[in-house]
């Protein structure tokens, strides 16, 4: 952060226009109800400029106009409240509406007051933790004024939460946008519409995994030994995954508190052992029973773990716990990881038909999205960026599996089809 200057006001010239409000920002870390007032002398505060630099975005869906946050502005590795104070005088004619939009990018969610009176935001500030939703574009109506010069003190009560702790992150780190009420709604369609782009992928997917899994079910049908309860699973599973990243920004059903819980303490460790034993019975490696166990005993081992080491479980707890938490995580995601890789390459070596290695192909597609932690260590790309919008590795890797696995479980079905109930039991034992 810069060293205090002198306050001093923007002044803005608008027609029928936008303006983001880059700065200069006066910002303190900390809490106090009176540093909404408009008569608060805010001049002892740190300046900050939110001034992107050209072409700038950010790295998860491309949205324009990124700054790193407060973490690389010196005060790294701090969590919970600042505010951002800014008095703005806007020129505009009398009768024109004015209206802000809110920033599209906040770690991890904020407070709007104008001239001391809250606006609304993108959580409940309640009690001493707020509840965190996705920031998601908004638009805030500015009170009107009977002259053509309006003066505004706009101030963002910001909390970060630890879950959203990071080298680059902490505050506000894309700028509100102020002007005439038409212009500040064409905006917000635009930046609701790189929002849409950004998790589209994400809403597409899973329904595309529930088809799969209805698929699957005609398999079960089929009067076999084979058992493909677990590949159900697994895709239904993997459906849920992808779908809360979508309810989670795109909407007000998931806190950030639950969608973690939800994704990192129960649905990834869940989702790794049910892909893990899907692939072990779709390749028939049950004959081996210690290999179920295993699987299991890791899940569990994952899940318990994972629930410690969330910053929101006994959050007083001394660091070396969590990190403890961490490792034994790590070592149980590489666990999955070579149990994975052995199921696979066994699987196929045990049998060496093509399906198998269509099989194979699917299952390394799938364990690209699984162990996307992993290959980010080896330093695989993890997110590209065509026509300004981000699409990350899985998502690739999961769109080329969708068609695979569908041509997979037509063959299979063509091949039980094709043969007597007494050679779909020899197949299966």
């Given at each position: ?17 936008t303006?983001p ?7 303190q ?6 540093w909404s007032?408009p008569?608060?002398d805010d ?7 939110l ?5 700038a ?5 491309g ?7 407060w ?5 790294a590795g701090?969590?919970?409240y600042?505010?951002y ?5 806007v020129?505009a ?14 770690d ?9 009176e809250s606006?609304g ?6 009690g ?13 109506p500015l009170?009107a004024?009977?002259?053509?010069t ?9 909390w970060m939460?630890p879950?959203?702790a ?5 505050g506000?780190h894309?700028a ?6 038409a ?6 369609q ?5 929002t ?16 799969l ?32 990243q979508?309810l ?8 950030l508190?639950?969608?973690?819980t ?25 004959k ?13 081992i ?18 070396g ?10 070592g149980?995601r ?9 199921i696979?390459a ?12 269509m099989a194979?192909?699917?299952?390394t597609?799938?364990?690209?999205g699984?162990?996307a ?5 080896l330093?695989?790309p993890?997110i ?11 998502q690739?890797?999961?769109?080329a ?12 079905s ?6 007597s109930?007494?050679e ?6």
């Open positions: 952060m810069a060293s205090a200057e002198p306050a001093r006001m923007v002044h803005i010239a608008l027609g029928h226009s303006a409000l880059n700065g200069p920002w006066r910002f870390i900390g809490d106090d109800p009176h007032s008569d608060f001049r002892s505060w740190e300046a900050v400029d001034t992107p630099a050209p072409g975005h950010d790295g998860d869906v949205l324009p106009g990124y700054v790193s946050g973490s690389r502005r010196g005060h701090y969590t919970g600042a505010w104070r800014m008095k703005v005088s020129d004619a009398t009768d024109a509406p004015l209206a802000l939009a809110g920033p599209t990018l906040v991890s969610t904020y407070e709007l007051y104008i001239d001391g606006l935001g993108s959580g409940i500030f309640r001493a933790t707020p509840t965190v939703f996705g920031v998601r574009p908004s638009v805030f009170p004024s009977p002259t053509s309006r003066t505004y003190v706009i101030a963002f009560r910001v939460d879950l959203d990071g080298e680059d992150n902490g506000i894309v509100p946008v102020i002007g005439d009420a212009g500040i709604d064409l905006l917000h635009v930046q609701w519409l790189q849409f782009k950004g998790y589209v992928v994400d809403a597409i997917e899973p329904i595309a995994f529930v088809l899994a209805l698929m699957v079910f005609g398999l079960m049908a089929c009067r076999t030994r084979d058992s493909y309860g677990w590949l159900a699973a697994a895709l239904f599973l993997l459906a849920l995954l992808r779908a809360h979508v989670f920004y795109w909407t007000d059903v998931l806190s508190r639950c969608y973690d939800l994704t990192t303490v129960i649905l990834r460790p869940l989702t790794l052992a049910a892909w893990t034993m899907a692939w072990r019975h779709w390749f028939r490696l049950d081996y029973p210690k290999l179920g166990h295993i699987i299991g005993a890791l899940a569990v994952y899940l318990a773990f994972a629930w410690i080491s969330r910053p929101w479980f006994a959050p007083d707890a001394t660091g716990l969590k990190g403890a938490a961490d490792i034994v995580i790590e149980a590489l666990a999955f990881a070579a149990l994975y890789l052995w696979v066994f699987g196929v070596l045990r049998s060496a038909r093509p399906s198998s290695y194979a192909l699917c299952a597609l799938v364990g690209i699984l162990f932690t992993e290959l980010n260590a330093g695989v993890g590209w960026f065509p026509y300004g919008t981000g699409v990350a590795r899985g690739y890797a999961y769109a599996f969708i068609p695979l696995m569908f041509v997979l479980i037509v063959v299979r063509v091949g039980y089809a094709r043969s109930p007494s779909r039991q020899v197949a299966g034992s």
